[in-house]
Structures are given as structure tokens and as C-alpha cells.
């Protein structure tokens, strides 16, 4: 007899023997809530594993076809059934030693009766099927099998997909199974990907997946409005060949998305030249351009430039209002004004600004959420589901409810007065949300929303001055219950976010004391604008980028998590400032400038090292922002090459997550172009061990960044033993 082809249902049985064979010794095991496996060929390999591998097996299968198939194959009764009952029969049987195996839809009556029994999902199977592929083809290189072990581990592709892709691999050896293994990830819902093995290390691999994910998801979300753009964009491409080849790509899109043929035509490089597709740069001069904390400090100095504000911040309102879910990284916003002048510079965040509009509204000041399955807050980010992973909200009604009830003695009356005018004053300023979070310093610089700005935070600060003076009253009336009570609005507008072991908090874009540095940079650049100098205008241009943040650390009341905790300043997301109880790497580039300062400084003493500066960054919360340096500092004339180590310790992240927007990775990309045969620059990333602190001696580099190498935990300063204590005598030191 001819054997038959493999297809996914007779694979699927084929993945369920394998999980019965692995549940010996258990009581029973339940398959449910999987494909639809070939009956016929799950039990006749059933059959077989109970007489000719000797295991005691009892089968009830309950999906349709049951009855029939066992009548056709002539089943012996004592082993195998169709019915529910039948297993419940063997379950109360004292003496029986058999595994009972029942294979059912989910949905059947009475499975709750076989609750002890081992549950095999599509997880399980999916799980058989990636040790299948390893133990076949797949195993025959490290990259290979490292990359089915990713697909295993990602809860984005289903069984079913994972099995169309076993499939069409089935049969193909050596190169040409490398090959479709990158060309037909099509079936697993990505777009096929030619360079996927070319950087063989894990880590490469893993990020690439997450690139394709990521443009997979934005393809499948673009809007009218984007389609017409990408439109727009490839008419007005100069050059022939990339013109075709864009259209030709527009054209699968469009059928992928109408015509059910699938992904499989369009590329992942073709869609992000889709995506990003055509980037002209101007004709002839740069337009100059300037950061918008510079363009805010510029607008306080000068009237003028004061005009072009209004303008300004409307643009960039429009855009931060219009990022969507799927957008997770940075993006560069360049606001050109109308009247003609410099350009306006400001990068978002939009994961961050669409948290935030999540958790804040009308009468809701942030709340709890929780991701358990976050390693960090970055992560929890990425996987953060409103619907899922937001526990408790903060909302105006919990807080007057204990506030009305203060309100009894004459004094609590006037803490609700004050909260509801904070509350007001804080529903004028809600709808810039997403620009306060990223760039508070041009809303502060505006008039008229400084004017808000201020009104809020005087509101705040009358409010939380009148419970501080009422304290002492309110706990002699009502007790310790005023402490959790008041505890309520020290959570006003600061969102905590659980992770696996970790806590953190997040001030909102509309929190005053966030806001408060801001606006009063802002009044006093604004009222003594007559007073300063052409240097010290300038000198407060540079400063308005880098404005401290005096917030050192936050406590969380008892009523957030039930013990109180003090978070301490960890860095920012975006311009949001974030806390936890773990000092770790930041998910902030503050770093950035001051390692450019010392790589400038060495490239003048030591001019030779332009040619092939060797930089290594030993645990960086970034690797992106400092490839863009160097691109920066290539452009700058400084550099005409540069390799770049990363190292990583074990308890770090493996791979080297580039956080960087569109504009800086084509920048870094033209940099650092892989491709080009001899090139000058190069990126690589290497483990480093715990106990060593930096890489050893035989690697030589012109410089060593080392970032914080703490454990996370916070330690007291041990008192001096002498009255000379470095910590508190600072002292100038001499260089000879």
C-alpha cells in the first residue's frame, strides 16, 4: 500500500502519539482545544503504541468521526471508545493501571469530571513539534535550531501556523532547507525575510523576528490616509528602478490585504522601503534645524521666535494625537513653519503616550497594572494590554468618597473645595497629554498654556498645603484612617507598574510637581529675557535640553500594594520620569552627551584614532543612541571609522535592543552599512562574564564605558572612621 502524504491533520495525530508516549505513569490525559487531527491515523498509531510498545492504553475519542473510525478499524471495544462515559468508567476502575487518553474538541459535557487529568493543548503540541524539527533537518545547524527554539517560545504563532511551515520544509535538505526556511515564513503570518540567517548569533536572529512582527502588524493597520501617502511618496520617485520595484510592492500589499493571496510575494525589506519609502533628501542647502526644548528657550528670549510657537505647538499636537497601538518605537517629529525658518525637531515616545492615555482621563488619575510575564518595564511596555493588565484605577470618585466623609467638620469642607478646583484645573490640561510627554518645555514656553500649566500646579500646591495644615485636626476626629485616606492623593496622577518582582512608578504628563521646573524655567527666562546678555541667552538655549530633575524619589502609600515602598529615581521614558525600588539600567540615553565630550576629547589628543576608533560600552541601556553618535560624529567629519562592542552580562538583557526612530536608523544603517565590502565601520555584541568588570586586556579599545554595574540593591553609607570624609569634602584635583 502506498503510504500517504503527511498533511496537517495526520501530522497532528502524529504529535498527539508523541504526547502520549511522554504522559506514562500519569493518571489520564486530556487533548483538547487543538487542530482537528485524522482519527483514522491517531488511533491506528495508538493501537500501535499500546501492542507493540506494551503500554496499557485506554482511548476515548469523542470528536466527530469516533464511532465510525473505530467501527472501521475494527478497534477492540476494551480499548477504545467514543464516548465521555466510557473514560469516567476507567477513571473509577481501582484496579486499572492504564493511562486513559481521552481527545476531545473543548467543548464537550461532563469533561469537568476529569479535572486531575494531564491537559495537552496546542501549547504542548506545538512544544513536540519544534523537538521534532530539531531531532530532523533543523538540528543540523546551531542557527537553525536556535530559530525553531524561538518560534516555540513565541506565543505570536499558533500550532497551525507552525505546522504549514513544517510542512512546506518537509522533504528539503541542506541549502535549499536554509533557504525556504527564511522564504516561506510567510505561513507563519511574517514577511519572508533573505537576510534573516546572515548574522547567525541568536540575539540577531531574535531582533530581526521582532522587526518583522512589528512591520507585519503596521502593514495590516495602515489607514486609508497612510496608504495614500506611500502613494504620493513613489510618484514622486526620481529614480526608475526603485520607483518599479516600490509600485510593484504597493501591488502585492494591496492583494495581500484584498485579494487572500498572502504575504508571500511582499519582502520584508521591500515593505520597509514601503513604509519608509522615499526619503528624498532636499535639493541644495539643509534646512537648519534645532531641538524643540532649544526652539521653547529660543521663543522665551525672543518675541519672534515667540510667533512661530503658536504654529508649532498645533503640528506637533496633531501628531503625537494620531500614533496608534501599533507604533512602539521612537519616532523624530519635524515641524517645518509655514513663514519659512528653522525646522523643529522633537522625538516621542508612543508606547509611552499611549499608555498614558490609557490610564488618564476626565476624573481618572493613572492606576495599577500589572504584567507578571515582564522580566522590566521596557518589556511591560511593549505587552501592555488596558483590557488585561490595568488591576485598580485612581478615579475621582474613591477620592471623594473619603473626602466627603471629612467633610463632616468644617475644615474637611474645605479640602474637597480645594480638590475639586485642582480637579478643574486639571481637566484643561488633559488634552496635551501626549504633548507634555514629550516635550513639556514648548507647552511651558507657550503663554497661553503656561497660563494652565500654572494655574494647576498653584491648584496642587493649595491643595496639598491645606492637608498638611488639616492633619492634625482631621487625625484627631477620625484616627489612622486619615492617613489612607490622604494616601489617595499622593497617587494623583502617578501610574505603578508591576512587573515580575519589580515595581515601578511613573508621573503623569499632567502631574505638577512633573510640570512645576518647566513652567518656572520658563517665568523666570521670560521676566528677565531684558536682563541677559548674547552669551547668557545662549548659554540658556543649551541648558533648556538638560533641565534636572529635582525628584530623587516617590513613595507609594500602603493603599496602592498594601505595604508602603520607596521608589527611587531610576531615569525617564521619553520626559517622563520613572522610579523603583531596583537601581537598574535605565531605559534613558542621559548618558549620551557626556560620552561624546569624552570621545571628542580623545579624537583631539589623539588624532590618529579617527581612522578606527575602537569604543566598548560595557552594559548600555541603550546600543542605539551611541551608534548614532558615532554616525553623528562620521557626519561631523571626526570619524572616518569606528568599531563599536557592546557587552553584555549574564543577569542583561542578550540582545542589544536598538531604541532608535526611523530618521537615525537609516542614519546608522548608511553608517554602518554591513553589506559594503571593506567597510570602516562595525557593530558587534559579546558576553561578558559576572566577575569581570571590563573586557580583559588582550582586547584593546581607545575607550571603556562601563554603565552601573550594581546588583539593584540600595546600601547605607558606612560612617566615616575619621573626620575626613571624601563624600562630604569635595576638593578640587590637580593634573600635573
Do not use: C
Request: no cysteine; proline share 5%; glycine share 8%.
Amino acid at each position: 500500500m502506498t503510504p500517504q502524504p503527511l498533511d496537517a491533520a495526520r501530522l497532528i495525530s502524529e504529535l498527539t502519539a508523541e504526547a502520549v508516549r511522554a504522559s506514562v505513569g500519569s493518571v489520564g490525559m486530556l487533548v483538547r482545544d487543538v487542530p482537528e487531527p485524522d482519527p483514522g491515523h491517531l488511533l491506528t498509531k495508538l493501537d500501535l503504541v499500546r501492542r507493540d510498545e506494551g503500554v496499557d492504553l485506554r482511548v476515548a475519542y469523542l470528536r466527530s468521526g469516533g464511532e465510525r473510525v473505530i467501527a472501521d478499524l475494527g478497534l477492540d471495544a476494551t480499548y477504545f471508545s467514543h464516548e465521555i462515559e466510557r473514560a469516567e468508567g476507567w477513571r473509577n476502575e481501582r484496579a486499572l493501571a492504564a493511562l486513559i487518553v481521552v481527545v476531545a474538541h473543548g467543548d464537550e459535557a461532563k469533561l469537568s469530571s476529569l479535572a486531575e487529568f494531564t491537559i495537552v493543548t496546542s501549547r504542548d503540541l506545538k512544544r513536540i513539534l519544534v523537538e521534532r524539527a530539531i531531532g530532523e533537518e533543523a538540528g543540523q545547524t546551531e542557527v537553525l535550531g536556535h530559530w525553531w527554539m524561538l518560534l516555540g517560545g513565541d506565543d505570536g504563532i499558533g500550532l497551525g501556523q507552525l505546522i504549514d511551515y513544517y510542512l512546506a520544509l518537509s522533504g528539503k535538505t541542506g541549502n535549499d532547507f536554509i533557504k525556504a526556511s527564511s522564504r516561506e515564513i510567510s505561513l507563519l503570518g511574517l514577511l519572508p525575510d533573505l537576510n534573516l540567517f546572515d548574522d547567525p548569533r541568536q540575539a540577531s536572529i531574535k531582533a530581526r523576528l521582532r522587526i518583522n512582527q512589528d512591520l507585519t502588524r503596521r502593514l495590516q493597520m495602515l489607514t486609508p490616509q497612510d496608504r495614500q501617502k506611500i502613494t504620493q511618496s513613489i510618484l514622486g520617485e526620481k529614480e526608475p528602478d526603485r520607483k518599479e520595484r516600490l509600485q510593484s510592492g504597493l501591488d502585492q500589499l494591496h492583494r495581500t490585504r484584498w485579494g487572500g493571496e498572502g504575504m508571500k510575494g511582499l519582502s520584508l525589506q521591500l515593505a520597509e522601503e514601503l513604509v519608509k519609502a522615499p526619503k528624498r533628501r532636499p535639493n541644495g542647502t539643509k534646512r537648519p534645524s534645532e531641538k524643540a526644548s532649544e526652539a521653547a528657550a529660543r521663543a522665551l528670549l525672543d518675541d519672534t521666535a515667540a510667533g512661530q510657537l503658536d504654529g508649532v505647538m498645533t503640528e506637533l499636537r496633531k501628531a503625537v494625537d494620531q500614533f496608534d497601538e501599533t507604533q512602539l518605537r521612537p519616532q523624530s517629529i519635524r515641524i517645518v513653519p509655514p513663514e519659512g525658518g528653522s525646522e523643529t525637531i522633537a522625538l516621542a515616545r508612543p508606547d509611552v503616550i499611549n499608555f498614558m492615555k490609557k490610564l488618564l482621563d476626565e476624573g481618572v488619575y493613572g492606576g495599577l497594572v500589572q504584567v507578571a510575564e515582564s522580566p522590566d518595564l521596557e518589556d511591560a511596555l511593549r505587552r501592555f494590554n488596558s483590557e488585561w493588565h490595568v488591576i485598580a484605577r485612581w478615579d475621582r470618585e474613591s477620592v471623594l468618597e473619603f473626602l466627603n466623609y471629612f467633610a463632616e467638620i468644617p475644615e474637611g469642607k474645605g479640602l474637597v473645595d480645594r480638590f475639586l478646583a485642582y480637579d478643574r484645573a486639571r481637566s484643561g490640561v488633559l488634552p496635551m497629554i501626549g504633548v507634555l510627554a514629550t516635550e513639556p518645555l514648548l507647552a511651558a514656553a507657550h503663554p497661553e498654556t503656561r497660563a494652565k500649566l500654572s494655574d494647576l500646579i498653584d491648584k496642587y500646591e493649595a491643595l496639598i498645603d491645606f492637608s498638611d495644615r488639616l492633619h492634625g485636626t482631621l487625625f484627631e476626629a477620625y484616627g489612622a484612617e486619615v492617613n489612607d485616606a490622604l494616601a489617595h492623593l499622593l497617587l494623583t496622577d502617578t501610574t505603578l507598574v508591576q512587573t515580575a518582582g519589580k515595581t515601578y512608578a511613573i508621573l503623569s504628563p499632567t502631574h505638577p510637581l512633573y510640570l512645576w521646573h518647566y513652567v518656572r524655567y520658563s517665568q523666570i527666562v521670560s521676566e528677565q529675557q531684558e536682563l541677559l546678555g548674547a552669551k547668557d541667552r545662549e548659554l540658556v538655549v543649551q541648558a533648556a535640553g538638560h533641565l534636572p530633575n529635582f525628584l530623587t524619589s516617590v513613595y507609594v502609600p500602603p493603599a496602592a500594594v498594601g505595604t508602603g515602598k520607596s521608589l527611587t529615581y531610576l531615569g525617564k521614558l521619553g520626559s517622563l520620569p520613572y522610579f523603583g525600588e531596583q537601581v537598574e539600567s535605565s531605559l534613558a540615553e542621559d548618558g549620551v552627551g557626556a560620552v561624546r565630550s569624552v570621545l571628542e576629547t580623545q579624537l583631539a589628543l589623539e588624532p590618529f584614532s579617527r581612522h578606527g576608533f575602537r569604543l566598548a560600552l560595557v552594559n548600555p541601556p541603550n546600543a542605539g543612541a551611541y551608534l548614532s553618535l558615532l554616525a553623528n560624529l562620521a557626519d561631523d567629519g571626526l570619524l572616518t571609522g569606528a568599531h563599536l562592542t557592546v557587552y553584555r552580562r549574564p543577569r542583561a538583557n542578550e540582545s542589544a535592543d536598538l531604541r532608535i526612530d526611523e530618521d537615525q536608523e537609516d542614519h546608522v544603517a548608511a553608517t554602518f552599512h554591513t553589506l559594503a565590502p571593506g567597510r570602516r565601520f562595525t557593530f558587534d555584541v559579546k558576553p561578558l562574564f559576572e566577575r569581570d568588570l571590563a573586557p580583559k586586556d588582550a582586547e584593546s579599545f581607545h575607550s571603556i564605558v562601563v554603565f552601573d554595574q550594581s546588583s539593584g540593591k540600595l546600601n547605607q553609607v558606612k560612617p566615616a572612621t575619621h573626620p575626613l570624609q571624601p563624600l562630604a569634602l569635595p576638593q578640587k584635583l590637580r593634573y600635573r
